[in-house]
């Protein structure tokens, strides 16, 4: 069992910066995939980033790809994700999601093959 404790969200108007923090209770140098998701109201939840521990491979969804940022500090067990020019579509509950890397032989990319959820952060931009 892992526990993930993400954190970082807040208010900001379009154009400013947030960072996102998922600390995790397991060891993140035995191989992770740590992804970001987000959902906001009425619609289904999306994946936005993800990063291979402890590699570093990352992979983003287009509607972020050169704004948002993910990396690791795997001496703390943590992935950040740093989010710039946002804009108001990036209004949502953000949350951090983990497996093991021996789980999938491919990266996964739905939310129903990530084990273990933080409880999610919210990030709310406006215009």
């Known amino acids: 069992q892992v526990r993930l404790v993400d954190s970082g969200g807040g208010s900001v108007q379009a154009g400013g910066s947030l960072r996102l923090s998922c600390e995790a209770s397991?060891?993140?140098?035995?191989?992770?995939?740590i992804g970001w998701f987000r959902q906001a109201p009425g619609k289904q939840r999306e994946g936005v980033a993800r990063?291979?521990?402890?590699?570093?491979?990352?992979y983003y969804a287009d509607s972020v790809k050169g704004r948002f940022t993910i990396s690791q500090d795997n001496g703390e067990n943590t992935v950040y994700l740093q989010m710039d020019s946002l804009k108001p579509e990036d209004t949502a509950m953000y949350y951090c999601a983990a497996t093991r890397v021996t789980y999938y032989i491919r990266p996964p990319t739905q939310p129903s093959q990530y084990n273990w959820w933080g409880r999610g952060t919210q990030v709310t931009v406006s215009s």
């Open positions: 990063i291979i521990t402890p590699s570093g491979d990352t």
């Open positions: 397991a060891d993140t140098n035995s191989g992770y995939y």
